[in-house]
């Protein structure tokens, strides 16, 4: 199973990537919302299942890419996960009326991340204990 | 039970060199909490005796223990699904027509922590399509008055609501309060708290048609596990279901009480009607102290 992660922050993507890996998925990074829909073009007939995305990034934000994505049916499998520190009330509804499936919060532990992975039903196999 | 400043001071020390994690004064609630159920495992009654325990052994071991019981442990929404899933889907279901006279449900949150699980029952039952007339009222109980007391508050910091709560019931049961979220009326409403220490004699309850009771008996001794289960099917409905951690069962601790069903990966205890009773089960005395491990 493949995740993306989006986030310009390389450090951010770095520890993403390291606990999605962990989880036992397979994952692609982008460093802002117009180069993940161009990684998300480039798998063709196999997109990812999962995407975490950062909300504030230069180029796209993230809302933005949300909204893209969700206007996409080959892209209708994607999960869509906002992973930022915006952590308004009204920007989550926000978040969630544009298409996200969940929302997380930074600063997050490895275990918030995977009980949203979770809840939402995304088990890869080979995750590491 | 107070944990001293030279233990609290040990284990924030601990914590914040082995996993930078920041302990402020006001949190020794969740050092207790957290390193009880270790003390107990140990066969060492207080939090304070264990803290010198392992401060004393210097061993990695020990110490590794401590900090994990503060950092992965911590509570989360809908801990494990399975049980929600069964409350919602067999549960709920089977008491709508069980209870369709009192046309009320109750539900006893045991060893209740800060609340998640309590208020996650809330919300489920909230959003659960009652009939009109149906009401539900929830017992949420502690030992710790600290745990009671942020239960009744329903207040929750940023890294509490990131565990396992969906983000869609957090901006609908949720509202901001500076950095923290609070818990709306209408759940608070429905969410009693009352100390109650489960390894001592029960104080009036009501009668309850589901108990959670789950990740706490896996902390004692079978004779307290059997007294606990004892006291616990008295203060149920005959048609009640008990849900217990997934580490935990009533086989082969209190057979002759209790039918096992299975609904989905989770299992419901229910009461055995006419079920035997020994007297040596009731102890006055508690054994040890059950706080809320969640």
Known sequence: MRALVIDDSRTMRIVLCRQLARLGFDVLEAADGRQALDVLASTGDDPPALATVDWNMPVMDGLTFVQAVRQQSQWRQLTLVMVTTESEHGQIVRALAAGAHEYLIKPFTPEALADKLELLGLHPTGAVA | MTLSSTAFGYVSDLVRKEAA???DPGKEYLVEARLLPLARAAGISGVD?????????????????????????????FRDREPFEALTKTVIPELLESASVRRKITIWSAACSSGQEAYTIAMLM????????????????DISTEMLERTKAGRYSQLEVNRGLPAPLLVKHFHKVGTQWQVSDQLRSMVKVQRLNLAGPFPPLPTFDIV??????????????????DRTRRVMSPRGFLLLGGAETTLGIDDRSWARTPAGRCTLNRPLTGAHHD?????ATPLVSAAGVR
């Open chain 2, 21 to 23: 994690i920041v302990l």
């Open chain 2, 279 to 283: 007297p040596s089960l009731t102890p």
């Open chain 2, 49 to 77: 005796e264990y803290v010198a325990t392992v401060r004393a052994s210097a061993g990695p071991a020990e110490r590794a223990a401590v900090v994990e019981a503060l950092t992965t442990n911590e509570t989360s929404w």
């Open chain 2, 126 to 141: 909230a959003d659960h399509v009652l009939p009109r007339g149906w009401t539900v009222e929830i017992l949420a109980t």
């Open chain 2, 212 to 229: 959670f009771l789950r990740n706490v008996l896996i902390y004692f001794d079978n004779s307290t596990k059997r007294s606990i289960l």
